[in-house]
T-cell receptor, first 114, second 111 residues
């Protein structure tokens, strides 16, 4: 059974803390994604990686960075957490076949920044 | 600017009826479109993909249509069941394996 796992389901942090969210996939997918999901705004892409050490900015990269040192692992970093980063964070992965790339999602991390 | 619209209001239907959800888009020329299901507190799950040169796709009780002239996709669930209650997301695919998601429509199927 294919799987995308995320390090935490729920996380509470304080303003200014550095936050690491980790995602691991076991499907040997080339592409990995980080989204955030907010009521009324839907899923918005933060960052995207198509290969180890490669990354592309999504629609809302400000305040975030990412790291992909191994193919199966993609980390999202909040350098200095702020209350407006309270959200549901979803990781996804897909193959790199153009036009066939359904995305497989993890269960999500609900982050609260106090 | 690019825009994807799904009905933000919940759709309530009776068990056994056909549910029809709409996805409209502007300022896009997607190569394909996908539909996902999302249950509360969980990540979306892929359901169906339809390409720009396809008019209709079926999978069991699911049917998707794609009208590139109207810039619209319709998602149908026939013989709906309470277990079909969830939020359904459409996503437009474009170059570079990227997807842009709509806000989703919540479907409630009542017994």
């Amino acid at each position: 059974d294919v799987k995308v796992t995320q390090s935490s389901r729920y996380l509470v942090k304080r303003t200014g803390e550095k936050v690491f969210l980790e995602c691991v996939q076991d499907m040997d997918h080339e592409n990995m994604f980080w989204y955030r999901q907010d009521p009324g705004l839907g899923l918005r892409l933060i960052y995207f990686s198509y290969d180890v050490k490669m990354k592309e900015k999504g629609d809302i990269p400000e305040g975030y960075s990412v790291s992909r040192e191994k193919k199966e692992r993609f980390s999202l970093i909040l350098e200095s957490a702020s209350t407006n980063q309270t959200s549901m964070y979803l990781c996804a992965s897909s193959h790199q076949r153009e036009g066939y790339n359904e995305q497989f999602f993890g269960p999500g991390t609900r982050l609260t920044v106090l | 600017s690019q825009k994807i619209e799904q009905n933000s209001e919940a759709l309530n239907i009776q068990e056994g009826k056909t549910a029809t959800l709409t996805c409209n888009y502007t300022n896009y020329s997607p190569a394909y479109l996908q539909w996902y299901r999302q249950d509360p507190g969980r990540g979306p799950v892929f359901l169906l993909l339809i390409r720009e040169n396809e008019k209709e796709k079926r999978k069991e009780r699911l049917k998707v249509t794609f009208d590139t002239t109207l810039k619209q996709s319709l998602f149908h669930i026939t013989a709906s069941q309470p277990a079909d209650s969830a939020t359904y997301l459409c996503a437009l695919g474009h170059a570079g394996n990227m997807l842009t998601f709509g806000g989703g429509t919540r479907l409630m199927v009542k017994p």
